[in-house]
């Protein structure tokens, strides 16, 4: 049976660079979701009444939390997933301002 308050459902679209990142995320550790396919750009009608006003692509949503920005994402899937961890060493302070840089 499904889990539907702790299913992951992605609103996102495949050309999207940064959904990519949380993509390959939830592929490194192994976690099934869904996928919402939410349009490239604004009118976004539907996306903007579950965020609140949040245009931009990936959302999380699991059960009645919505997660928005890629970092907060890749952070609340480690805090529910640790392992495998996407910090095996003690240096996440310098990822999480890395990848900020790289994105
Ligand atoms: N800081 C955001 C950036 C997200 C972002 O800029 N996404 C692009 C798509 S790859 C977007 O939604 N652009 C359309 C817009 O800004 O309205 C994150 O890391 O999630």
Not at 69 to 89: G, K, T, V
Request: with cysteine; charged share 20%.
């Amino acid at each position: 049976m499904t889990d539907l308050a702790n299913e992951i459902i992605l609103h996102n679209y495949p050309q999207s660079p940064v959904a990519e990142k949380v993509r390959v995320g939830l592929g490194i550790k192994k976690l099934p979701w869904a996928s919402v396919e939410i349009p490239r750009l604004p009118p976004k009608p539907m996306l903007i009444k579950l965020t609140g006003g949040y245009r931009r692509t990936p959302v999380m949503q699991i059960g009645a939390d919505i997660y928005c920005d890629s970092h907060a994402i890749l952070r609340e899937i480690e805090n529910r997933h640790p392992s495998p961890s996407f910090f095996p060493a003690s240096d996440a302070g310098l990822m999480w301002s890395l990848s900020r840089w790289t994105d």
